[in-house]
Structure formats: structure tokens, C-alpha cells
């Protein structure tokens, strides 16, 4: 990846879906936005386990500007990438066991230690994350105190950066 | 010469699987009659270019390849009856993707050429088949862009049919779909460029494609099943090819495809079908492989 996304830029969700692989629809996709200027951070691939499965990628594309963002969307929608549902219906999955994350379920690892200052030193909130829904409402928690029964997001279907 | 139909009898199954035609024993091509053809509108390269075209004179190129499919090659042919005012419903490759009892209607990307649309899907509903429609928004030209080649579809899109339509082709037929750029005006739909022929053998130009397309083609197809034709012989329409047994027909002037073929056991057949490339199509367009 370019420096694109790291400084001060547009950024917009999409979705894409096909025989992906087998036709090099990803590969093609990826090209065209980076001659075109712009950077991609790939969100959630799904390779369809058979032959006859599609595949279906969520990525988030980035652009210096928004000109450049257009003529990456107008470009990419020949080969059926589309902006991702703006109201998708979320995934589940439930924690099983204390402190380990379900297989699919969402989880985001910061670090845990940093180096400074010739030596190591540990980060408060460092460690794994996940996303969780609970009394209603949502929120994040760290894995390590996950407990049986809590509800975490499945994928990244439904989430935004 | 080595004959392909003794070497490779399992090779036989029909492309297009089990159909409401299967039961008559041979391939079943639907063609329509050019009753009411001529080159009246331009929606592609070849028709903006077009001299007037000689309808009388397409009337007898049409059924000399009626003749080549029926009493040479041994198929059966299945009429499409006419209309008039819908001059491109003689080409009936267009009009659906046939596999086993699924008709997978075209949604056509040009006005002139909806009112197809549920004509065709009306006569495979009469005759047996299970009809599938696009949605509105997206827009596919049947077995002019999709061709099942083995197990799997080689598809075009950009240019006729929307890349959007595989994915549903693969939910109608369960068949995977190999999506292919179409990257030159002319080379419009895939059948123009691309076919697959029997015993695993596809004829292809490889100019029409750009090189994910032509990766795509190679990894799939063995090098030596794999038939390149040059640009001068794909524009006389050499891939726009009908494929019965071991008989392959197409418009005369592609000397050197001609040659190519019967080195690997084909039997030719040219057939003169100048004034239908003066609308964008030749004999594979004329045909539509039913059952």
C-alpha cells in the first residue's frame, strides 16, 4: 500500500462479488486504483470454496481528492464494484469459551508493548479487540474479557473505519 | 487425418446439458428465417460501416448454412418464427443462455433490440424451459456472451452485457463463469471472438482480450487445445463459429483457421455470409445450440 491512506484523504467503503479470483477481476480492480492514484485496505475476503462459489470482498478505497475518488468509482463500476450497502444487516457470532474469540468474529489487534526510551513498555489498552452488542447498544472489549454467551460482530459486514 | 469422433466419444455431450430437446437424439440449433432482415439501425462498428445489404442475397446465404447444419453437419434445426420489424431476431444466439432446462432470457443494452426480449423468453417457456430474466439495470446478450466451454462459462462484458449478470448466471446454471474484458469495439459480443469447439478445443483472438482476459483464457485452456486467430481472420468473423460434432462452420476467407482445424480432425465448412457482417454477426449469431 502507498502512503495514500496514512495521510489526510477520502475514503469510501465498497463491495465486490463475482468469480473473483478465477478471473483475475480482483487483481484487475486493485490495479486500476492505484494507476488511477488511489490505495485500498482489503476489509473481509470471502473465497467461494468451491468452483461454482463466488467470492465477495469488502474493501475501503482511498483518494488524495475528490476528483480522483470519482474517476476510481466510475472506473471500478464496470467490473461490479458498487459503494457497500450503507444499512447492511450485521452477523453474529457468540463467545464459547472465556477470553477466546469465535471463529468469523470480528477482532482488531493493537499492540501490546512499545519500545521507548531503550526499553519495553507495556500499553494500557493494548491487545486484542472485538466489537459487542449488549443491552441494546454496542461496543468494544477487549477479547481477554470476553465471557461465555456475550455477542460479538461476525465478519466486518456492517462496520465502518 | 485422425477422426476426433472415434478418438473421443465421451467428448460428445452436448454443451448445453440435458434440454427439453435431448430427447430427439441430436444437437438441436434454433435459427430464425431472415424473413424481415436488414441493416435498418446501427448499434455496433460493423452496421455503422455497412453498404446496403443485399436481403435477397442474405435469404440464400442463410439457408445454404440452414443446409450445412442440417445435411451436412446432422443437426436439427428448431425455426424461430420471424417478426417483422425485429430485423436481428435471426440472430438467435443472442436471444438466451441455454444449459440443461434453463433459458437465461438477454436484457439487451440497446432499445432496438428489447422488444426481443419476451418473444424469445415466451417460446423456451412453450418449449419446456425454466426462463430466467435479468433485472432491469442489468443488461446481458445471452450465448452471444456467454459460452460454456467443459465445465465452466467463458463470459464477456463491458461491452453488450454487464459484468453484474455473471453472478446470476452462476445462480441460474450453477455453472462457474469466467469473466472476460472485451476490449475492442469490434470484437463485440464474446462469440465473435471466442469459441469453444468439441473435444475441449477453443478458437480465440487473442487481440479482442486484454491480458488478465487472455491469462484467464490460458490457464484454463490446455496449449494444445488452444486455437489463436490472427486479427485479419477474427474481422471475417473466423471465431464466429457453429460447432456440430465434428463439423465446424463458419464464413468463408480464414484460410489459415481452416487449415489449423482440419490438422487437429475437423471437419470445414465455409460458408458465405457477407451481408449478415455487414450487421455484426455470422453463423454462430445465425445459431443458437437448444439441446
Redesign the interface.
Given at each position: 500500500m502507498s502512503g495514500v491512506q496514512e495521510s489526510e484523504c477520502l475514503s469510501m467503503t465498497v463491495e465486490l462479488?463475482?468469480?473473483l479470483i478465477?478471473?483475475?477481476?480482483l487483481?484487475?480492480v486493485i490495479d486500476l486504483v492505484q494507476h488511477l492514484d488511489g490505495d485500498y485496505q482489503l476489509n473481509d475476503i470471502r473465497v467461494g470454496s468451491l468452483?461454482?462459489d463466488?467470492s465477495a470482498i469488502n474493501m475501503t478505497l482511498y483518494a488524495p481528492n475528490e476528483a480522483t475518488m470519482e474517476q476510481i468509482l466510475e472506473v471500478i463500476a464496470?467490473?461490479?464494484v458498487a459503494p457497500a450497502d450503507e444499512h447492511p444487516g450485521v452477523e453474529t457470532a457468540v463467545c464459547e469459551r472465556a477470553g477466546v474469540l469465535p471463529d468469523g468474529a470480528f477482532g482488531v489487534k493493537l499492540p501490546r508493548r512499545v519500545f521507548h526510551q531503550g526499553e519495553w513498555k507495556e500499553l494500557e489498552n493494548g491487545g486484542l479487540w472485538t466489537v459487542v452488542l449488549e443491552n441494546g447498544g454496542t461496543g468494544v472489549r477487549r477479547v481477554t474479557e470476553l465471557q461465555p454467551g456475550d455477542v460479538l460482530i461476525s465478519g466486518t459486514q456492517g462496520l465502518q473505519w | 487425418m485422425r477422426s476426433i469422433s472415434s478418438d473421443l466419444n465421451c467428448q460428445w455431450a452436448s454443451p448445453v446439458g440435458v434440454t427439453p430437446f435431448s430427447a430427439q437424439g441430436k444437437p438441436t440449433i434454433l435459427m430464425c428465417p431472415p424473413e424481415y432482415f436488414t441493416v435498418k439501425y446501427a448499434i455496433n462498428p460493423w452496421m455503422e460501416e455497412a453498404p446496403p445489404c443485399d436481403e435477397a442475397l442474405a435469404k440464400r446465404q442463410w439457408e445454404n448454412l440452414y443446409n450445412a447444419i442440417t445435411q451436412q453437419a446432422g443437426a436439427n434445426v428448431e425455426l424461430l418464427k420471424p417478426v417483422e420489424g425485429l430485423p436481428d431476431l435471426v440472430f438467435t444466439a443472442n436471444a438466451a443462455l441455454i444449459y440443461n432446462d434453463v433459458a437465461v432470457i438477454a436484457h439487451y443494452k440497446h432499445q432496438e433490440r428489447r422488444p426481443e426480449e419476451p418473444y424469445c423468453a415466451k417460446w423456451f417457456d412453450q418449449h419446456g424451459f425454466k426462463v430466467v430474466t435479468m433485472p432491469e439495470h442489468i443488461f446481458f446478450e445471452g450465448a452471444g456472451d456467454a459460452l460454456i466451454w467443459q465445465?465452466?462459462v467463458f463470459a464477456g462484458?463491458?461491452t453488450r452485457t454487464?459484468?453484474?449478470s455473471?453472478?446470476l448466471l452462476?445462480a441460474a446454471t450453477?455453472?462457474?463463469?469466467?469473466?472476460?474484458?472485451l476490449i475492442n469495439p469490434r470484437f463485440y459480443p464474446v462469440n465473435v471472438c471466442l469459441c469453444p469447439l468439441a473435444d475441449g478445443h477453443l478458437i480465440y483472438s487473442p487481440d479482442a482480450f486484454d491480458e488478465?482476459g487472455r491469462?484467464?483464457i490460458e490457464a484454463n485452456v490446455p496449449p494444445d487445445k488452444l486455437i489463436p486467430v490472427s486479427a485479419e481472420e477474427a474481422a471475417r468473423f473466423a471465431c464466429n463459429a457453429v460447432n456440430v460434432h465434428d463439423t465446424v462452420i463458419f464464413n468463408q476467407g480464414s484460410a489459415r483457421l481452416a487449415d489449423d482445424l482440419k490438422a487437429r480432425g475437423f471437419n470445414v465448412i465455409q460458408v458465405d455470409l457477407s451481408e449478415f457482417l455487414k450487421s455484426g454477426g455470422s453463423s454462430k449469431c445465425l445459431t443458437l445450440r437448444i439441446g
Open positions: 462479488k463475482g468469480h478465477d478471473s483475475l477481476t487483481s484487475k468452483k461454482k463466488i464496470h467490473y461490479g | 465445465d465452466r462484458y463491458k454487464d459484468i453484474a455473471h453472478n452462476t450453477d455453472l462457474p463463469v469466467l469473466s472476460l474484458e488478465y491469462a484467464v
